[in-house]
């Protein structure tokens, strides 16, 4: 009877060893194919590889986007990028930070902007670096300003009588506190923020499309237009589609072959929990460092009770 308990535990523990060992080689496995399909499909069919960013949803972290950016300026064999814009906008801080590194990568390769049918806001600042934006005729593009969102519930606290009292050292420390109300001098702090960050945010835009910051308040009133709107405003190069922007590509980078678009994906949670990747910031580094650890201390535990059982 104990001889068998034993070989059950030791299968069980080589049943876990089997299924650790699988997803940590998982995470090579896509990687692997990947390269092996690049060579083949090059050695068949002559083609140039381009970039391709694809920028969906609201801009609140440019770490992934940045990464990319970078990683397509150092490749040798990619020649130009590629965004695909479907975006509302997004923090100006990360927005401008995506702008930044479009503007280095355009000094090297050129970028073209793809919108399907929206680019509106922090996203147009982003697709502004571009050397030419194309848009279909009835998306939406623009809403170039500022806004900050500043909530409010100190009435309904009230009437349950339900007080609040700040301890602060700072004169503006709990400006924009939703339990508190907002005082003028509190006001005009708050609109001075919005004002400088549009400030920063028009001139971005004038500087790369080449436009007059002495009308800004024609477009960049934060109006959102239609494409052939906003390619009168110039803030829109041509009314097209993937196959114009392809075309654009080609031209702008001297391509004479069929295009190969590389588009990175993000990893999944799980990969993510084994690798100390940094493309979500340090606290996801972080996280990854610990579950690895973990896991390791898992697999210790387990060899060890392999080793009482069988001694």
Not at 96 to 125: D, H, R, T, W
Not at 138 to 146: D, F
Not at 166 to 184: A, R, V
Not at 206 to 223: C, T, V
Request: glycine residues 4%; aromatic residues 10%; hydrophobic residues 40%.
């Amino acid at each position: 009877m104990e001889t068998e308990n034993k070989k059950r535990s030791k299968s069980f523990i080589t049943i876990i060893k089997n299924i650790f060992i699988i997803i940590i080689l998982l995470q090579f496995v896509p990687s692997a194919i990947s390269n092996i399909k690049k060579y083949y499909n090059k050695a068949i069919t002559p083609t140039t590889y381009v970039g391709k960013l694809n920028i969906k949803g609201v801009i609140s972290d440019s770490t992934f986007y940045v990464k990319k950016i970078k990683s397509f300026l150092k490749d040798p064999e990619i020649k130009a990028l590629l965004v695909k814009i479907e975006c509302p906008g997004g923090t100006p801080g990360s927005s401008q930070a995506i702008y930044e590194e479009l503007k280095k990568f355009k000094k090297e390769k050129p970028v073209v902007v793809l919108v399907e049918n929206l680019c509106a806001s922090g996203a147009y600042y982003v697709a502004s670096a571009a050397d030419q934006i194309i848009s279909p005729a009835s998306a939406l593009i623009g809403s170039i300003g500022v806004y900050l969102q500043v909530p409010n519930v100190k009435e309904l606290l009230d009437k349950w009588n339900i007080k609040f009292k700040f301890i602060q050292s700072g004169k503006f420390k709990t400006t924009g506190n939703p339990l508190k109300d907002l005082t003028s001098e509190e006001e005009s702090y708050l609109q001075e923020l919005a004002d400088q960050n549009y400030t920063q945010f028009v001139a971005d835009v004038a500087n790369s499309r080449n436009l007059d910051p002495k009308n800004s308040n024609i477009w960049a009133n934060g109006q959102i237009f239609i494409a052939t709107k906003a390619k009168e405003l110039k803030l829109v190069d041509k009314i097209g589609t993937l196959t114009d922007a392809e075309d654009a590509i080609k031209e702008l980078a001297k391509i004479d072959t069929e295009i190969k678009f590389i588009t990175p994906k993000r990893q999944t949670s799980l990969i993510r929990m084994f690798t100390a990747d940094d493309e979500n910031g340090d606290d996801d580094s972080d996280f990854a460092s610990k579950s690895a650890n973990f896991l390791h201390a898992v697999y210790s535990n387990l060899m060890n009770k392999q080793n009482n059982l069988i001694s």
